[in-house]
């Protein structure tokens, strides 16, 4: 079946704008992460789904960040008023989150530039 | 002290050598240990996923985990060019669904 698919994979945006990523789990993966990670550096976690709910946001870098799921499948992941520091690639994955089966799966990314 | 350490450097292997890469993680509750390989410019992709004490071999790969002393580690035999990428060590959470993730060690191999 499909992986999980991200979009738009390059976005190059001005300081100060609103951008939005998605990512489209594969079916059946109740379970939705994203992670930041910048150049040359390891992934930083950034917030969790289960379902619709986000039981942890704790990597969410500052209130500029927030992030949804509807209907137990897409995400959205917005970062406000951007900032050159928030250039990095923006990771998705997704897993069965059942006992034993937390193998995650990654999405190809979506590589933001802030100018 | 972070969830998950890779300390070594990039390591350099000869075609048709072992690489060997550890990782430690500070959770005594992580039950899930996984090795992750990413391409330069790729998003990382899974090589192997251990679970219990002892080691996990699938074809060239060896995976080895010590919960008693808190280390993952990879084995890569015959080490070909192709294996050249960075490879991330990541641990469950106890108790959370989120994986903690290592800051990967860079693997080279010269032909």
């Known amino acids: 079946g499909a992986g999980v698919s991200q979009s738009p994979s390059n976005k190059v945006t001005e300081k100060g704008k609103d951008v939005e990523l998605r990512c489209d789990p594969i079916?059946?993966?109740?379970?939705l992460y994203w992670y930041r990670q910048s150049l040359g550096q390891g992934l930083e976690f950034l917030i969790y789904?289960?379902?619709?709910?986000?039981?942890?946001k704790s990597g969410l870098p500052s209130d500029r960040f927030s992030a949804e799921r509807t209907g137990g499948s897409v995400s959205t992941l917005t970062i406000q008023r951007t900032q050159q520091e928030d250039s990095a690639v923006y990771l998705c994955a997704s897993s069965l989150a059942r006992s034993g089966e937390e193998t995650q799966y990654f999405g190809p990314g979506t590589r933001l530039l802030v100018l | 002290q972070k969830e998950v350490e890779q300390n070594s450097g990039p390591l350099s292997v000869p075609e048709g050598a072992i690489a060997s890469l550890n990782c430690t993680y500070s959770d005594r509750g992580s039950q899930s240990f996984f090795w992750y390989r990413q391409y330069s410019g790729k998003s990382p992709e899974l090589i192997m996923s251990?679970?219990?004490?002892g080691d996990k071999e699938d074809g060239r790969f060896t995976a080895q985990l010590n919960k008693a002393s808190q280390y993952v580690s990879l084995l890569i035999r015959d080490s070909q060019p192709s294996d050249s990428a960075t490879y991330l060590c990541?641990?469950?959470?106890?108790?959370?669904?989120?994986?903690?993730f290592g800051k990967g060690n860079q693997v080279v191999v010269i032909p």
């Open positions: 251990i679970y219990s004490n």
């Open positions: 990541a641990g469950g959470v106890y108790g959370n669904n989120r994986l903690a």
């Open positions: 789904f289960q379902g619709n709910s986000a039981p942890d």
């Open positions: 079916s059946g993966h109740t379970a």
